[in-house]
């Protein structure tokens, strides 16, 4: 069956360096989404890439949708603590209905 | 906007007892889903509704599990027989097809503690 899979599972960063979480798809996806989940609290849409090649920005978030639409990334740019979280990717096949999640990449941000 | 509630937000319960959750979607979603999620996972797909109509359900998904959406607006999702591998958070998510049908909002879940 599909899977996704997101590298790093962990990351601990000072307040104010990047970070970047990649998502990969072992099939093409029609498009992927983008959740985070703060500690304690449940999953909340970011954003959802469609066109191959895509970018979107969203402040000091950059989304990328992989040539092949089978990867992705998420960058942020002068982490704050505020950015604390799992951050996961969700893909979806043929515009089938479900999404299949990747396990998430923690962030830590130490002010 | 009131979101995505559910109901109860936990939940324990002895192995071998039935559980129900309710979900009450967004008002003008559509579409439903149920997740379970454990620790350190994502969010793992049960099942999803359009409307009152089930239209996936995983193939991992026990014959304990089952939900329903009667009239199109909440959901329930009954487990029998609970086991301890049920533990995890269920959560519901709920979207709008046409539009935008992957933008889910998901509910604050809950937790069930199978002893």
């Known amino acids: 069956g599909q899977q996704v899979m997101q590298i790093p599972q962990y990351q601990h960063v000072q307040e104010g360096e990047d970070f970047t979480t990649y998502c990969n798809s072992s099939t093409t996806l029609s498009n992927i989404q983008w959740y985070k989940q703060r500690p304690g609290g449940h999953p909340v849409f970011l954003i959802q890439l469609v066109k191959s090649g895509e970018v979107k920005k969203q402040k000091r978030l950059t989304f990328q949708f992989g040539e092949a639409k089978k990867n992705s990334s998420l960058h942020i740019t002068a982490t704050q603590t505020t950015d604390v979280g799992t951050y996961f990717c969700?893909?979806?096949?043929?515009?089938?209905?479900?999404?299949?999640f990747g396990d998430g990449t923690t962030l830590t941000v130490k002010p | 906007d009131t979101g995505v509630s559910q109901n109860p937000r936990h939940k324990i319960t002895k192995r071998g007892q039935n559980v129900t959750f309710r979900c009450d979607p967004i008002?003008?979603?559509?579409?439903l889903y149920w997740y379970r999620q454990t620790l350190g996972q994502g969010p793992e797909f049960l099942t999803y509704f359009q409307n009152e109509a089930q239209l996936e359900k995983s193939r991992l998904l026990s014959d304990r599990f089952s939900a329903e959406r009667p009239k199109g607006s909440f959901s329930t999702l009954e487990i029998q027989r609970t086991e301890q591998g049920d533990s995890a958070m269920y959560l519901c998510?709920?979207?709008?097809?046409?539009?935008?049908?992957?933008?889910?909002?998901f509910g604050p879940g809950t937790r069930l503690t199978v002893t």
């Open positions: 969700a893909g979806s096949l043929n515009n089938a209905g479900k999404s299949t």
């Open positions: 998510a709920s979207s709008r097809t046409p539009g935008s049908p992957y933008e889910q909002y």
């Open positions: 008002s003008e979603h559509n579409r």
